[in-house]
């Protein structure tokens, strides 16, 4: 099996430095071999991608969205982990929420971005249970926000 460092470095993705909360909260829980991720927002570095689906953004856009948030989560994971992925048996389940107009329906497609960009990275591994919810606002006016659930190896 491929280690997960190198097939990011093949995908052209660095992880950014885990962002912190930006309320009280725990950017992260383990409880037995089960992390909990609490939810990332579409921002990495200087990248920000805010706004509506269905208004200011568009699907693709969208997507991109997604798989920042998926950036961030595997950076929380990579520290619950003590910096070591390859303790990481899988994803168990992402909850993606979009913000998102009224009469915008195609959520799934947005936080798809998260779940390609996971399951292309990690094979089997990241295959997960999902659900795209659409929200009528995000923190900042961010335009996708995803939670994770995670099971890892123990130390």
Sequence with gaps: MQSIERRLTELGVTLPEAPPPVATYV??????????VSGQLSACGEERIAGRLGESVDVETGRLAARLCAINLL????????GDLERL????????????????GDQPAVVS??????????GSRG????????????PFGIAVEIEGIFQILPP
């Design 75 to 82: 950076a929380h994971l990579k520290n619950a982990c003590d």
């Design 89 to 104: 048996v899988r994803i168990v389940k992402l909850t993606g929420f979009v913000n998102s107009i009224p009469d915008f």
């Design 27 to 36: 950017p992260y829980v383990i409880s037995s071999d089960m992390v909990y």
């Design 127 to 138: 295959q997960h249970a999902r659900s795209a919810v659409g929200v009528a606002a995000l």
């Design 113 to 122: 971005g998260a779940s390609d960009f996971l399951v292309e990275l990690l």
